[in-house]
């Protein structure tokens, strides 16, 4: 999984709602693993 391409999608789609990158890490990670492009084992 290129995470760097996962992060840079998501920022694109929510910049708008002006989150430091700590948090857009932590919820395109949330996002990534409810929607089970990365599994959490």
Known sequence: M????LLS???RTHR???WPRQRL???CLR???R???VRWT
């Open 16 to 18: 708008e709602r002006g």
């Open 25 to 27: 890490l932590h919820e």
């Open 31 to 33: 996002a990534a693993i």
């Open 9 to 11: 999608a998501f920022e």
């Open 35 to 37: 929607s089970g492009r």
């Open 2 to 5: 290129d995470y760097a391409l």
